[in-house]
């Protein structure tokens, strides 16, 4: 049934119309460049990111493996919707293929789960690091940081392999618009002709174990780095792992900020306009922060990159 749903669902259909971003400004152009400009920045600053912690050996630490594949899964999470949509702009097309659409759906899905958890790892190992010094080696040895982030990996594509199917076998029968900038869950649903009130409350539940399950290890772990900082007899000591804290912190409110508006928060506080912002915000603007926040407050990272930079003027010289 589910089969011939989607058989039908893509021979009915030529696709869906993504009344995206431009359609809500004035001045369309000016958006498209900022956006680009937005892109590009966030693909390389993430990309410099990283390269310096793959290839500074003072950097091969679980804290900074973990940036590293934060850093992954934002250059993939921004280049699954913002390509799309400013080729859309430029090329005066604003339609997607139902398969096009899927893979969409089902990429962005399987990158904010797998985020959402890889933000409670690092909570942790941060935890291990400031409570448990004496045994962090040990505790986060290579093979458990391998462990963690491929748990994450999996779960993601868990919630991506779960959301996907059943949303893109509803019958869409109304109005082909989407508006939104790409094929989100509850953008794709409000399409249906069918009943998806019962699918809505279980993907509610879904979410509410999806973030309270990393939302309780972030909590708890920062509980104990506090009451472990307070204790420090060291200002320096405490200066540090407030500073490293901070910064994850602030990429945690973020993301989890944005997440529990889209999918946990009832439909009455919603509008199309609202949650296109809100995606804006952690689709397009946290990919460009997370590097700034991670390399501006580290010591260690603009270490690093000060070095390349100098071996880059080095080899110039050379040359010439």
């Not at 935890?127 to 962090?136: K, N, W």
Request: overall charge neutral; aromatic content about 12%.
């Amino acid at each position: 049934m589910e089969n011939s749903t989607w058989m039908t669902n893509r021979s009915d259909m030529s696709g869906f119309i993504l009344v995206g971003l431009f359609s809500q400004t004035e001045h369309p152009a000016l958006l498209c460049a900022v956006i680009f400009v937005i892109f590009l920045m966030a693909l390389s600053g993430n990309s410099i990111l990283i390269f310096l912690i793959h290839s500074s050996i003072h950097l091969h630490t679980p804290m900074y493996f973990f940036i590293s594949q934060l850093s992954l899964m934002d250059v993939m999470y921004i280049s699954v919707t913002v390509p799309k949509m400013l080729m859309d702009q430029v090329l005066v097309v604003n339609k997607i293929s139902a398969p096009e659409c899927g893979m969409q759906m089902f990429l962005y899905v399987t990158l904010a789960g797998s985020e959402f958890f890889l933000l409670a790892s690092m909570a942790y190992d941060r935890y291990v690091a400031i409570c448990h010094p004496l045994r962090y080696p040990v505790l986060m040895n290579h093979r458990v940081c391998l462990s963690l982030a491929s748990g994450c990996w999996f779960l993601g594509s868990v919630d991506g392999f779960l959301f996907t199917p059943i949303t893109m076998t509803f019958p869409f029968c109304r109005s082909r618009a989407i508006h939104h900038f790409f094929c989100e869950v509850p953008a794709v649903l409000k399409l249906s002709c069918s009943a998806t009130s019962l699918y809505e409350t279980l993907m509610y539940l879904c979410c509410v174990l999806m973030l309270l399950i990393p939302v309780t290890v972030i909590s708890s772990s920062y509980s104990f780095i506090l009451l472990t900082i307070h204790r420090m007899s060291s200002a320096e000591g405490r200066k540090k792992a407030f500073a490293t804290c901070s910064s994850h912190m602030a990429v945690v409110i973020l993301f989890y900020g944005a997440a529990i508006y889209t999918y946990m928060l009832p439909s009455s506080y919603h509008s199309p306009e609202k949650d296109m912002m809100v995606s804006v915000f952690y689709t397009i603007l946290t990919p460009v922060l997370n590097p700034l926040i991670y390399s501006l407050r580290n010591k260690d990272v603009m270490g690093a990159l000060k070095k390349m930079l100098n071996v880059g003027m080095v080899f110039q010289e050379t040359v010439k």
